[in-house]
C-alpha cells in the first residue's frame, strides 16, 4: 500500500524519508514539486499526483506537505487519513508539529513510522498503543536519558495491541480521578451582502480529557439528544446502545481523545450571534473608496461574545488604508491586501466600528470585486445548537471521580459577503 | 555509547544518505540486549538487506529464535523482520516461518503472518500458490484482530479468487464493526466486488420498468426481486460504520451503497459525505470527486444538502471548482434560480481561475434548463464588458456554444461580439469569434467580410487557433458572398502557404483546392458549401464526471479517471444469481470439532461413522447460517452480540430433533463395561459428534494448543448436564488449556451452557461446592440465558493436583442440578518452556523413585513424530521440547497447583517398539499419566 514518505518543507527540501518497501529513489518527488510550483497558492497542489511509475498522495499541515508515495490502487482516503493521523500523533507527541520538532526528535519520529505501518498497510496507529511501545520525549527524560542511558522504548510489551479494548492501557492509576468534556462548537456560515443568512451549519465536537484509574465504563447522557442526527464517533463508543437507548456508553481511552463530533446541517434553524453592518464602496474615478464597518452582538442568549477578529482580503487596487477603529487594533498589509481588525470583546452599549477611507492606484478604474469578510469569534458557556449533557455516570470503578463539562461556542468559516 | 550511535545512524537513513558501509558494524547489534538499540538495527537492516545479501543472512539466526519464543509479541516482532528482509535465499524459511505462524496459538501472530504474505508474494511471485493456501486458513479465522490483514494479504495476493471468500462471506459480515478502521475498508472494497458477482441488480426491476414499458408481457414473465438474504446482511452490517470517524471507512460504505443497495436507501449515505466535508481539505477534495459523480446519477439524494456544497472564498481554487461542478449537477428547474443568484456572487471573486469555471457552470447550467437559458446569455452577455480579460475571453466561449442552440434569435449578440475582436487578445476567444461569424455570416452579412478584412491585415501575428479560424472564417465567406470576400479569401489563403506551421499550411492548400475552382480540381469542389456550411450539432456540455462511476467509487482510479495499477474491475452484476449455498457452512450445535484419539476398542470405527454422518448433516442443513457460530464463540460472546439470537433460533431447533433420534441410537448400541472409563465416554458418546469442516474452528483448537507447538491438537467436550436431564438446559466444559488469569494456580475450565427451552433461563450460578481439602473454585459471575441462546463462561477450578471430582451445584431460578468435574490427569498441567540442556538438568535431578520407564508397542498410526507429538499433546497439556535426535521427542510442563515439573520422553526404536520415560516428582500424577500417554500412542 504506503510504499514510502517524504518530508518536504516550505521551501521545498526533502527533510525526511521513509520507506517500508524497497527504497523508491527521492527524484520521484520531481513531479510534487513541478505540481508544486505550478499551483498558485501552497494549499492548490493536488492531493493526488499521478507520475509514470508511482502515484503521490500528499497532505499538507503545518506548512510541512507529507508525501506518500503509492505503486498500486489504493484508495485516496485511506492514505489521507493515514497521513493525517501520522500528524496527529506527531502532535501529541513532541507539542507541535513542525520541521525544527521532527528534525530533533528524528528517532522518535522514525521509532514511531516503524511501528505505525508494516509492510505499508497500518499496524498501529492507537495513541495509546503507541505510547506503551515508545515513550513520548519529556524535557525530564530527555536530560535523564542523557546522563544515564536508558532509552524511550518502552520496555515492557505492548499489552494493548492484544485487548478487547485496545484504545486503552492498562494498569492505569491516578491518585486525582477526573474527568473532563469540553463540549465545543462551530459556525460555519455565509451571510449575503443585506445581512440574511445564505447557509449556516454547526460543527460540534466533545473533546475529552479522561484521567482515570482502572477499567471505568461510562455513560454520558443528553437532555436533548435528538439533535445530535449525525454523528461519528471514537470506536470506544457503544454504537448499539446509541441506537437504541440515545445514550453515550464506553470505556475511554486513556488522556485525551475526541469522543464524538457532530453536525448540525443547514436544514435546521441555526442561531447567528453576531451581525456585521458594512459599507465598502469604491467610486469611478476618485482614487479614494470608503470603508466602514460596524460590528454588533444578535441572537447570543445573554453571553459576552469575545476574542473577536475580523479579516478581509481587499482587492488588489487597493494602495493603502487609512482607518479608525473604535476599539481594538488593525493592520493593512499594503502587500497581500490583507486587513485585519483585533476588536476583543463586544460591548452591546457601545458597538464596536472600524470606519475611515481606502487609497486606489491613481488613474486605475474601480475594482469589480467586492471583498469578503471573515469574523472570528468565541462565545463561552454556550453550545449554540442548545446541545446540553444530562449526566455523566462511572461504572466498574469505586472511587469517586471528578466529573466536569465546559461548552463553548466558536466561529468556524464564518463568512459575510459584500 | 551505543544509543547515540544508534541515533546517528537513524538520522543518517532518515536524511537518505547512504549509511551501508556500516553494515557488518550494525549487524554485529542485532542480538544487542538494549531494545531501542535493536529496533534501531531492524530498522537498519531492513533498510539495506538487499545491498547487502550476505551479511544480511548472518542475522537470520536471530529472528528464527524469536520465532519460538514463548513470549507472543516476541514471536509476532521476529517474524515481521524477517519477512521485511527482501533478500531471495530465505524465502524458503520465510514460507515455513509464515505457515507456522498462521496456525500460532495467539491471533497477534496470526495477524503477523497475514501481514508477512504480500511481503513474500512480492519477493518471490512463485510462491503463490502455497501463500493461497495459507490464505484461506487463516480466511477461517474468526479473530477480528486477524480479519482486516488477511484480507489485505487476499487482495495483493490472489483478488482474482473470489471463491475462497463464500464460506467465510458471513462470518466476515458479523465480524466487520469489530475490526480495526483500517481492516474495514480494505474488507468493505472487497465484499463490494464480490457482492457485484454474487447477488442480482436489487434495481433490476425499476430499470426493467423503464425498458418494457412497451412491452408489460416480459415484465409479468420475471420473477419478481427478492433480495438475497446475505446481500441484506451486508447492507446492514456496513451501516453503523457510515458514523466511523475515519472518512476512509465513511467513504468505502458510501461507495458499497451507491454499487450495491436498492434506489431507495442509497441516499443515507449523502449526509455523511456531507459531514465529510468539514473534514481536511485533502479528505474533501477526494469527497467531492465521489459526490460530483454520485450526483449525475442519484442526483436527488444530494439536493437537500445544496447550500452545504456553497463556496467560500477562502476555500482553495480546487476545492471551489469541484463544488461548482457538484452544484452545477445538482441544477434543476426548482433550484436554478438560487444557483444562478449564488454563481453571480462567484463571477465578483478575485480569484479568476474560479470566475472562469463559474462561467462554465453558467453555461451548462444553460443548456441543461432550456427555460433559463435567455436569462443566462444575457448575463453572459453583460460579462463581455467585465475589465477582465480572461472573464471576457471565458463568456465569449460559452457564448459560442450557446448561440449555437438557436443562432437565429441571436444575431444582436454577435454582432456585439464582432466589435470585441478589436480588444480581446486571448487566443481562444478571438478563434471562438471568427468561428460564429464565419458559421452564422449570413445574418451579419455586413459585418463579417470586414472583420475578415481586419484580421487579414492581423494574421501574421495571430496565434495558430486563430489562423485556422481565419481561414476557416474566409473560406465560408468566399462562398456566401465571393463577390466582396474573392481578393481577401486570396490574400489569406497565401500568407497561409508560407506559414511555419505544418497544419496551417496543410489546411490552406486543402481549402484552396476545394473552393476555388480550377481546371484540375476533382469532384469535390462541387459539393464544398455543403461541407463547409453543413448544419452542425450543438455542442453537449457534459460533466467530466459523466459515466465516471465505471470505476469503483472511492478508488484512486475513479480518482484519476484512469485505471491505476493493481485495480480490479468492478464487475457487473450477473444476470442471474449463482448459487447462494455456496456461502452455507456447516453449524456445529454444541459440540467443538472432535478430533479426539479415541479410547475404546471400536474407536477408529466410531470416528469413520462420525466422519461420515458430519458430512451428510451438512448436505442435510444447508439453511445453517452461521450466526450461531459467531454466538458461541467466546470472543464474540465476550462482546455481547446478542442480536442474532432470535434469528437463528428456528434453525437450529429444526436441526436438534434430527440429531436427537440419531443420538439415541448411538446410546443403544453403546456397550461398554469399563467402569471407570464409563461415565466420561458414555457422556462423550452421547454428544452428537461432527466432524467440523468449518476451518475456523479447527483454527480455534489449534490455537488453544499450539502453546505445545503441536501443528494440530483436539479438544474434548466433556458433558456437565445432559439436555433431558436439565430439562432443556445443556451444560458441557471443556479444559480450555489457557492460563486462568484472576489465579494462576487454577485450571481453567470453559463451561457452555445452551438453553433449548423456549422460556428463559435466569440467574445461573454456582452454589454449595463440595470439595476435597485444600480444592478450591472460582465460580463465574451469574448469568441469564434467553431461549435457545448459547453463553460460553470460564471458571477456574484448583483441582490440588490430583484427580478427585470438583462437586457442586448448578443453580437457575427455579431448580439446582448436581454436577462434578473430574479433570484427566493431563488437563493438571501447563506448558513448560525449556531448552535441550535445562531439560537434560532438570531430568538429572529427577531419578530414581520419581523416574518411571515404561515400554510399549507403537499403535499402527504412529508412524511418526509427528502423531506422536499429537497424541502426547493431545492427551497431556505440555509443550515440546527441542531435541537434537529424531528419534526422541520430548514433552515438558509444570502441575498447575503446585507448580511441579514433568518431563516426558518417548524414544522409538526399530520396529514400532517405543520408550516412555515419565519424570515427576509426584508420583501419583506420573503413573495416571504414564497410563493415558501409554494408551493414546498403543492405538
Redesign the interface.
Known sequence: ?IHSLFLVNASGD??????W???VS?SVCDYFFEALERA??P??V???I?TPHH?LI????HRIYFVAV?????????V???L?RVVDTFQDYFGVCTEAAIKDN??V???LL?EML??G???A?ESNILKELIKPPTILRTVVNTIT?S?????Q??TG??S?V?WRRTGVKYTNNEAYFDVIEEI?A?I?KSGST??A?I?GVIDACVKLTGMPDLTLSFMNPRLLD??????CVR??RW?AERILSFIPPDGNF?LL?Y?V???NLVAIPVYVKHNISFREGSSQGRFELTLGPKQTMGKAVESVLVSS?L??GVLNANLNPSQGTYTFDPVTKLLSWDVGKINPQKLPSLKGSMSLQAGA?KP?????I?IQFKIQQLAISGLKVNRLDMYGEKYKPFKGIKYMTKAG?F?V?T | NLSRWGIFVAIMIARGKNASDLFPAVVKNVACKNIEVKKLVYVYLVRYAEEQQDLALLSISTFQRGLKDPNQLIRASALRVLSSIRVTIIVPIMMLAIKEAASDMSPYVRKTAAHAIPKLHSLDPEQKDQLIEVIEKLLADKTTLVAGSVVMAFEEVCPDRIDLIHKNYRKLCNLLIDVEEWGQVVIINMLTRYARTQFLNPNINVSITHMCESEPATLAKRKPYVMDPDHRLLLRNTKPLLQSRNAAVVMAVAQLYFHLAPKAEVGIIAKALVRLMRSHSEVQYVVLQNVATMSIKRRGMFEPYLKSFYIRSTDPTQIKVLKLEVLTNLANETNISTILREFQTYIKSMDKDFVAASIQAIGRCATNIGEVRDTCLNGLVQLLSNRDELVVAESVVVIKKLLQMQPEQHSDIIKHMAKLIDNIQVPMARASILWLIGEYCEHVPKIAPDVLRKMAKSFTNEEDIVKLQIINLAAKLYLTNSKQSKLLTQYVLNLAKYDQNYDIRDRARFIRQLIVPTDKSGALSKYAKKLFLALKPAPVLESPFKDRDHFQLGSLSHLLNAKAAGYQELPNWPESAPDPSVRNVEVKDSVCAERTVLTGPEGAGVLLLQTTRGSSNMQDLPKKRPKTLTKKNPLLLYLKNQKSASESESESESSESEEESEEESEEESESDTNVRKKRVRLDWNRIPCIINFDQFDMNKITSVFSQTLAPSGSIKMYELLHRIKGEGLAVEYCFSRQPFSPEPNMVAVQIQFTNNTNSETKNLHIEDPRLQSGMRIREFAEIGLQPSESVTVVMGIDFCDSTQAANFQLCTHTRKFFVSIQPPVGELMTPAFLTENDFKKEQGKLMGMNEILEKLTLGEKCVNEHVIVERVTATANLSRVPCGSDKECRFAGKTVSSGCLVLVTVTTKEGGGAQLTVNCEKMLIGTMLVKDILQALSQ
Open positions: 500500500m526533502i527533510f525526511l524519508e521513509k520507506h518497501k524497497s527504497v527521492r498558485t497558492e494549499e492548490n493536488p492531493p493526488v499521478p502515484y500528499n497532505v499538507l499541515r503509492i505503486q498500486s490502487e489504493v484508495p485516496p482516503l485511506f489521507i487519513e493515514f493525517h528524528v528517532v519520529v522514525y521509532e516503524e508494516d509492510n498497510f497500518p499496524l496507529t542511558g532509552t524511550n522504548v518502552g520496555e510489551l505492548p495491541q492484544l478487547v485496545p460555519d455565509i449575503d445564505i447557509t451549519e460543527q449525525d454523528v461519528s464517533f471514537h470506536p454504537f448499539k441506537e475526541r463530533s453536525h446541517s443547514s436544514q482580503q482587492p488588489r478604474s469589480d470585486e467586492n471583498p469578503t471573515n468559516k463568512q459577503r
